[in-house]
């Protein structure tokens, strides 16, 4: 076993199931950082075409209820990755690629589909699976976002957290009555939360609760942050005593946790560090508030 224990969690990974370069990067950043001893579990929806290609499973984790039916979360190996998969069928064994339907519009309840997403990356960050207790979880885009508040909100142990953002004009937005069906607290609905724009941002919540946000390049990092690039900022609040690092999260390593982090640019992946200097800032920007998936 490796001395630092990472939970990835994205909507897709190559090589089982892809829409552009966020599958790409999600599915070498586990085998760059093996070479330097940090073992990654990548927590990935049961689509159809994931289940397809898994072998033998385990499963870790079961769920009764699950935002409309029953869930368990399955260990598993394929393509030269270790997996857990969300097998969920009622919210993701369906036709279409992971956003959309074949009519080429948002499947009507995304919203649940990747709250669930956030809801397991929370209850597996915090150690509900036997014998898995992630030091660290990374988050990828706004599929994962809710995973961050899920873990503020909530209790006991957590791990330290990291958002990438691979594509900043798709945020994730919904309608605000949600917070309740979410499972979401009602004083989540604030600047200090999820909402975003009079919505429930689930971008803006990886950002406002992440303790460190990355992009997939320093040359993105900069370029979400001017004017050219973005329109209508994305509205986070810092608190000034906010700690680098989480006083809950342990480490099973003695090397300092956040040298993790450095190792992304050692990868094949490389990673910009964002820091918030003020109470109130707008990190980054986005060219449309609402984008579809």
């Known amino acids: 076993m490796t001395g630092i224990k990472v939970l990835s969690v994205a909507s897709e990974i190559y090589p089982l199931v ?6 790409d990067v999600v ?6 950082l093996r070479k330097h001893g940090v073992e990654t579990v990548t927590l990935v929806p049961g689509y159809p075409a994931v289940k397809a290609a898994l ?8 769920v009764d209820e699950l935002f409309g039916g029953a869930a ?38 995304n919203a649940f589909r990747f709250g669930a997403l956030g809801w ?30 899920y873990l503020a909100y909530g209790d006991g142990r957590r791990p330290a957290t990291v958002l990438t953002v691979h594509n900043l004009a798709y945020q994730g937005q919904f309608p605000a009555d949600l917070v309740g069906p979410l499972r979401l607290p009602p004083h989540a609905y604030a600047i200090e939360g999820v909402e975003h724009y009079g919505a429930i941002g689930f971008l803006k919540a990886g950002l406002q609760f992440a303790d460190r946000i990355t992009t997939v390049s320093p040359t993105y990092a900069r ?4 004017p050219a690039c973005g329109c209508g900022r994305i509205r986070i609040r810092v608190p ?16 300092a946790p956040w040298g993790w982090l450095r190792e992304l640019w050692r990868c ?18 986005s060219s449309r508030r609402n984008p579809a998936p």
């Open 72 to 109: 368990r979360v399955l260990a598993a190996h394929a393509g030269g990755l270790d997996l857990f998969v969300l097998d969920a069928p009622h919210l993701f064994d369906r036709p279409g690629n992971p956003y959309v339907g074949s009519d080429g519009r948002d499947w009507p309840d």
């Open 240 to 255: 000034v005593n906010r700690s680098s690092t989480p006083p809950t999260a342990t480490f099973s390593s003695s090397a």
């Open 268 to 285: 094949g992946v490389r990673a910009s560090l964002c820091r918030c200097s003020s109470t109130t800032s707008s990190i980054c920007t």
């Open 55 to 62: 072998g033998q499973t385990k499963e870790i984790l079961a």
């Open 120 to 149: 397991i990356a929370a209850r597996l960050g915090r150690g509900d699976a036997a014998g898995f207790a992630p030091d660290i979880l990374h988050g990828h885009d706004w599929q994962a976002g809710l995973a961050m508040a």
């Open 27 to 32: 599915g070498a950043l586990p085998l760059a």
């Open 18 to 23: 892809k829409t552009g370069g966020l599958a």
């Open 223 to 226: 370029e979400i942050q001017t």
